[in-house]
């Protein structure tokens, strides 16, 4: 759409941002003033230059946790893009049953993210739990709060039960609006399953699975209530993300110089990787001319 | 026209096939897709029956026995919240606090993805971007922060600072999606309304509102959604008059143990209300998730 030059459109704008400065400003620049701080307690605080941001450089429980961070996030990725879309091409096109498979596929999505966690806490459990018990009663030696393995497993078994859906819906959304004369045309050229799929689902559908997967890293990456309340972040260290490891350092262990520092840096890894995905999507839109 | 005239073309070869041995006895056979559906859904719903059978049991029956039914059906889990008032003022919470946020979110982005998508202006597009920044912000970055910006001005522990809070994410959610929904209302309605005589508050109210009441309703959905699901934020920033529900629910620990039932009986009743605003935007959901950009 050709939009008219008007610097009065500002105005319209300036709700947002007053609202979004308050709440998003204030705080990043308490954040930043403390990282570039150090205290002794009694509300004294002192410059402390850069050095926080040099220490958590040479942190290894920064870099450990990043590294796990990556990892999970490149698993959920590899997961739930592909499963998503394969759900996608699987769904009925309309009637009942579409409108069912949508609100139950939704339901997840709801679900308070602690609630979430309980359910697997409890769906895992050995004693209680209907996938723990049964793979004990298969003589499996399940236990997701001891054995490191068993916990990555459960808690991207979890993420995948609750974000795939997410996936499946855009990808949904992108079939959708494919117009019946293309599949047509590909019938009369006497197209494969494959070749229809490759040449006219996959590009229709690029434009939302960029979004699909932009929020699906964006989350994953922040991702804290759930591996929170199933795990606790153990055993061990081993399912301690970057933000379960945060909130333990500033809200545990009040170290504020550093925790500012990492989160600093956190914000910047995302929106750096965001930043790339974002220039794609809108590439994308602008090649097809929306 | 040409469009009109291909799917005469198939349907007639459609008829044609269904009378075909081969598809005839296909007819009576599952197809692939509704198998994969049948498993997939399988999949998502077990966990949420496995709460809902819990919630049904009393204590003693969760911990001794191992079945996927209830025997002895028992609804005193739910008696025990919908009685105490410690328990379901978190309900109200959450919900205060909820409808709080999404009213804000949509009375400020509306204006603004009516600029973005109708004006292009100084900074546009950085303004965007930057808007989107605040989706990808970690809530656990702002946790601290927002404790004590809310606590300095007297707000802590009110449903407003956690319907603030959220607006970090939810505001520039709101705008993207209802700027994705504006884009496909042609132009041409703007200018035939001031060609008419309306002002920009008449026009906006009258004639566009309704235009993009789907996209409204979408957009209120995903507040709605992401406010409800959100427990970091709602939980640092409370902690007696506004507490939510998800931050109760940690009182089933208690000295004797894990109150299973209790524990799932809550569970089960938070799942309510998104399934019942799920109703409502059914047929609008893939689009919305698709932020109105199909």
Same mark, same amino acid.
């Given at each position: 759409?050709?939009?008219?030059?008007?610097?009065?459109?500002w105005?319209?704008?300036?709700?947002?941002?007053?609202?979004?400065?308050?709440?998003?400003?204030?705080?990043?620049?308490?954040?930043?003033?403390?990282?570039?701080?150090?205290?002794f307690?009694n509300?004294?605080?002192?410059?402390?230059?850069?050095s926080?941001?040099?220490?958590?450089?040479?942190?290894?429980?920064?870099?450990? %946790? *990043?590294?796990r961070?990556?990892?999970f996030?490149a =698993?959920?990725? &590899?997961?739930?893009?592909?499963?998503? @879309?394969?759900? $996608?091409?699987?769904m009925?096109?309309?009637?009942?049953?579409?409108?069912?498979?949508?609100?139950?596929?939704?339901?997840p999505?709801?679900?308070?993210?602690?609630?979430?966690?309980?359910?697997?806490?409890?769906?895992?459990?050995?004693d209680?739990?209907?996938?723990?018990?049964?793979l004990?009663?298969?003589?499996?030696?399940?236990?997701?709060?001891?054995?490191?393995?068993?916990?990555?497993?459960?808690?991207?078994i979890?993420?995948?039960?609750?974000w795939?859906?997410?996936? %499946? *819906?855009?990808?949904?959304?992108?079939?959708r609006? =494919?117009?019946? &004369?293309?599949?047509?045309a590909?019938? @009369?050229?006497? $197209?494969?399953?494959?070749?229809?799929?490759?040449?006219?689902?996959?590009p229709?559908?690029?434009?939302?699975?960029?979004?699909?997967?932009?929020?699906?890293?964006?989350?994953?990456?922040?991702?804290?209530?759930?591996?929170?309340?199933l795990?606790?972040g153990?055993p061990?260290n081993?399912?301690?993300f970057?933000?379960?490891?945060?909130?333990?350092?500033?809200?545990g262990?009040?170290?504020?110089?550093?925790?500012?520092?990492?989160?600093?840096?956190?914000f910047?890894?995302?929106?750096?990787?965001?930043?790339?995905?974002?220039?794609?999507?809108?590439?994308?839109?602008?090649?097809d001319?929306k | 026209?040409t469009?009109?005239?291909?799917?005469?073309?198939v349907?007639?070869?459609?008829?044609m096939?269904?009378?075909?041995?081969?598809?005839?006895?296909?007819?009576?056979?599952?197809?692939?897709?509704?198998?994969?559906?049948?498993?997939?859904?399988?999949?998502?719903?077990?966990?949420?029956?496995?709460?809902?059978?819990?919630?049904?049991?009393?204590n003693?029956?969760?911990?001794?026995?191992?079945?996927?039914?209830?025997?002895?059906?028992?609804?005193?889990?739910?008696?025990?919240?919908?009685?105490?008032?410690?328990?379901?003022?978190?309900?109200?919470?959450?919900?205060?606090?909820?409808?709080?946020?999404?009213?804000?979110?949509?009375?400020?982005?509306?204006?603004?993805?009516?600029?973005?998508?109708r004006?292009?202006?100084?900074?546009?597009?950085?303004l965007?971007?930057?808007?989107?920044?605040?989706?990808?912000a970690?809530?656990?970055?702002f946790?601290?922060?927002?404790?004590?910006?809310?606590?300095?001005?007297?707000?802590?522990?009110?449903?407003?600072?956690?319907?603030?809070?959220?607006?970090?994410?939810?505001?520039?959610?709101?705008?993207?999606?209802l700027?994705?929904?504006?884009?496909?209302?042609?132009?041409?309605?703007?200018?035939?309304a001031?060609?008419?005589?309306?002002s920009f508050?008449?026009?906006?109210?009258?004639?566009?509102t309704?235009?993009?009441?789907?996209?409204?309703?979408v957009?209120?959905?995903f507040?709605?959604?992401?406010s409800?699901?959100?427990?970091?934020?709602?939980?640092?920033l409370?902690?007696?008059?506004?507490?939510?529900?998800?931050a109760t629910?940690?009182?089933?620990?208690?000295?004797?143990?894990?109150?299973?039932g209790?524990?799932?009986?809550?569970?089960?009743?938070?799942?309510?209300?998104g399934?019942?605003?799920?109703?409502?935007?059914?047929?609008?959901?893939?689009?919305g998730?698709?932020?109105?950009?199909?």
């Open positions: 759409m050709n939009k008219t030059v008007n610097q009065k459109a105005f319209l704008v300036l709700p947002v941002l007053l609202l979004v400065a308050f709440s998003a400003v204030i705080p990043l620049m308490t954040v930043v003033n403390y990282s570039v701080q150090d205290t307690g509300n004294q605080f002192f410059w402390a230059g850069l926080w941001f040099d220490d958590m450089l040479h942190s290894d429980r920064m870099w450990n %946790a *990043l590294g961070q990556m990892l996030s =698993i959920i990725l &590899a997961i739930e893009v592909p499963l998503g @879309i394969f759900v $996608a091409l699987n009925p096109k309309k009637g009942v049953w579409s409108s069912f498979c949508l609100v139950v596929m939704s339901l999505l709801l679900i308070p993210w602690n609630v979430v966690g309980t359910i697997w806490q409890i769906f895992g459990r050995v209680i739990g209907l996938l723990g018990y049964t004990d009663a298969l003589g499996i030696d399940y236990n997701y709060t001891q054995n490191t393995l068993d916990a990555w497993v459960t808690v991207i979890m993420d995948v039960w609750h795939t859906s997410l996936v %499946a *819906l855009l990808a949904y959304a992108g079939l609006s =494919i117009p019946d &004369a293309y599949y047509q590909a019938k @009369i050229d006497q $197209a494969s399953r494959w070749a229809v799929f490759r040449y006219i689902e996959l229709k559908m690029a434009g939302v699975l960029m979004i699909a997967i932009l929020l699906r890293f964006m989350d994953s990456f922040m991702i804290y209530t759930e591996p929170f309340v795990t606790g153990g061990g081993a399912t301690t970057l933000s379960i490891d945060l909130v333990k350092m500033a809200l262990q009040f170290d504020l110089g550093p925790a500012a520092a990492f989160s600093l840096m956190y910047l890894v995302i929106m750096a990787i965001s930043w790339v995905f974002y220039t794609v999507m809108t590439t994308l839109d602008k090649r001319g | 026209m469009d009109s005239a291909i799917p005469e073309v349907t007639d070869t459609r008829t096939t269904i009378e075909t041995p081969r598809t005839a006895q296909r007819r009576f056979r599952p197809s692939g897709s509704t198998v994969v559906m049948a498993i997939y859904l399988l999949f998502l719903m077990l966990p949420i029956y496995w709460l809902l059978n819990m919630s049904l049991k009393t003693s029956e969760i911990l001794g026995t191992f079945s996927f039914f209830p025997r002895n059906l028992t609804f005193a889990n739910y008696e025990t919240i919908l009685t105490d008032p410690s328990w379901y003022m978190g309900y109200v919470n959450s919900l205060i606090y909820v409808v709080m946020n999404t009213v804000i979110s949509l009375a400020v982005a509306l204006p603004a993805a009516y600029a973005f998508s004006y292009s202006f100084m900074g546009d597009k950085h965007f971007f930057w808007l989107l920044t605040n989706r990808m970690p809530p656990a970055v946790a601290l922060p927002f404790f004590q910006l809310y606590s300095s001005i007297g707000l802590f522990d009110t449903h407003i600072a956690v319907a603030l809070a959220h607006c970090l994410f939810n505001v520039p959610l709101a705008v993207w999606i700027e994705g929904f504006m884009r496909g209302v042609p132009k041409e309605i703007d200018e035939t001031y060609i008419d005589g309306y508050p008449a026009f906006f109210v009258k004639i566009f309704p235009l993009i009441a789907s996209g409204i309703g957009a209120a959905f507040c709605f959604m992401f409800w699901v959100e427990l970091l934020l709602s939980r640092t409370t902690s007696v008059d506004a507490k939510p529900i998800a629910m940690t009182r089933t620990v208690g000295a004797a143990g894990v109150d299973w209790v524990l799932a009986a809550a569970g089960v009743l938070t799942i309510v209300p399934a019942l605003v799920i109703y409502f935007v059914r047929n609008y959901i893939a689009k998730f698709a932020l109105g950009r199909v």
